[in-house]
């Protein structure tokens, strides 16, 4: 079983920036891929970023290209994202997630996804 924890979200004005991490326990997550995704009220759950075991495969929605960075420390067992440039439309509730059947690649699609974090709450201000 894995825990996911999330932390660094907060309330934050239009342009500026966040750095989420999230935290793994329970097993390392070295060979998973791993996803951020987020929901703002109303809306279904969206894919933000994801990365595969490595770091070297990388996918961003089109929304957050250029302005998220999505990044791992297999040796902390954590997965962060750097968030620049926040928009009001960035609020949302911020998760992570972890696909525990494969690492080569990113996982895209919520149904692949094993484990989640509570979520920390993102809110920008305009």
């Given at each position: 079983?894995?825990?996911?924890?999330?932390?660094?979200?907060?309330?934050?004005?239009?342009?500026?920036?966040?750095?989420?991490?999230?935290?793994?326990?329970?097993?390392?997550?070295?060979?998973?891929?791993?996803?951020?995704?987020?929901?703002?009220?109303?809306?279904?759950?969206?894919?933000?970023?994801?990365?595969?075991?490595?770091?070297?495969?990388t996918y961003?929605?089109?929304?957050?290209?250029?302005?998220?960075?999505?990044?791992?420390?297999?040796?902390?067992?954590?997965?962060?994202?750097?968030?620049?440039?926040?928009?009001p439309e960035?609020?949302?509730?911020?998760?992570?997630?972890?696909?525990?059947?494969?690492?080569?690649?990113?996982?895209?699609?919520?149904?692949?996804?094993?484990?989640?974090?509570?979520?920390?709450?993102?809110?920008?201000?305009?």
């Amino acid at each position: 079983q894995v825990h996911l924890v999330e932390s660094g979200g907060g309330l934050v004005q239009a342009g500026g920036s966040l750095r989420l991490s999230c935290a793994a326990s329970g097993r390392t997550i070295s060979s998973y891929a791993m996803g951020w995704f987020r929901q703002a009220p109303g809306k279904e759950r969206e894919l933000v970023a994801a990365i595969n075991w490595s770091g070297g495969i990388t996918y961003y929605a089109n929304s957050v290209k250029g302005r998220f960075t999505i990044a791992r420390d297999n040796a902390k067992n954590t997965v962060s994202l750097q968030m620049n440039s926040l928009k009001p439309e960035d609020t949302a509730v911020y998760y992570c997630a972890a696909d525990a059947t494969q690492g080569v690649t990113t996982a895209t699609r919520f149904e692949e996804y094993d484990y989640w974090g509570q979520g920390t709450q993102v809110t920008v201000s305009s």
